[in-house]
């Protein structure tokens, strides 16, 4: 978007090509936003691809790399990888030198998760991942887990020792029984975030995540070694049809409403 900054605003000027962390609502060709939570667009992405970044982005840096501190030569699983956040997540796992575990529903999907650096690739329906995940890397040092409830207790299962499972998904429910002693024994820890509650400023809040992703993200991008996943762009005005897009289950990466052509 084009940045027309209110009074008082420091970093951003009239005319800024700039993108925003929302967080969750509707779909607008102006929004007001805080200062704090808008990035320039990176270096070599265009304003409209620039548009798949911010929400992806802070979430999973928050969970993967805030909560979760993967570091290089450990191993991340990520659960829906073919999904906008999925496709994400890959690509930072692999810049900060981990190693990356992916699920997802068919072989489309698979293939495209290994184009994008994915180096294991589970089918949920026919493999059990923790299987794969022990086996292959003794369990996983972060599980970025988009399912919740449902997949609560094989995410302990899969985990490996000091370990953390990061939830930001209830796709397979809300609840479910924990096992605590499995979760000892490993010394693991069950995170469950949610971007769009957390406060605009301080501790834990979107500007401190801005500020890394502006930090240690955004020059990673502007290398070339995370890009923004397209599945497709749809004007505004045919809104419906991406939702058609996404209730396909057929995508992989995120789509883009388009509001006029820069
Ligand atoms: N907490 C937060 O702050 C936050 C922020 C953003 C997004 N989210 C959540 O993150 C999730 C992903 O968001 P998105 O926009 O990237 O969604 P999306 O592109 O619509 O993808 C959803 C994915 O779920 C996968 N899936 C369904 N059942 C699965 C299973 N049993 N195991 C593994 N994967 C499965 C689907 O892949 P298959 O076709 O392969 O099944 C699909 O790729 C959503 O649940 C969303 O609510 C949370």
Known sequence: ??????????????????????AGGGYAERVN????????????????????????????????????GLGESQTLLIHGGGSGIGTHAIQVGRALGANVAVTA???????????????????YREQDFPAVVNAEYGGANVILDIMGGGYLAKNIEALAENGHV???????????????????????SVHA??????????????????????QQLWPLIAKGAVKPVIAAEVPITDAAEAHRLLDSDQIV??????????
């Open 166 to 188: 990061t939830i930001i998904g209830l796709q397979g429910g809300a609840t479910a029984e924990l096992n605590l002693g499995a979760l000892l024994f490993k010394r693991g």
């Open 253 to 262: 990466g995120k789509v883009l409403l388009t509001v006029r052509e820069h």
């Open 33 to 68: 936003v805080a200062a704090t939570q808008v990035l320039p667009v990176p270096k070599g992405v265009s304003i409209t691809s620039a548009a798949a970044l911010p929400e992806t982005a802070a979430t999973v840096w928050s969970n993967v790399v805030m909560t979760g």
């Open 193 to 214: 975030t949610n971007l769009r509650r957390r406060p605009e400023q301080g501790p834990g809040s979107k500007a401190e995540i801005i500020t890394e992703l502006r």
């Open 1 to 22: 978007m084009i940045a027309e900054v209110g009074a008082g605003v420091q970093d951003w000027a009239p005319g800024d090509e700039v993108c925003a962390l929302l």
């Open 105 to 123: 529903g068919g072989q489309y999907k698979l293939d495209r998760c290994r184009e994008l650096g994915a180096q294991t690739l589970i089918n």
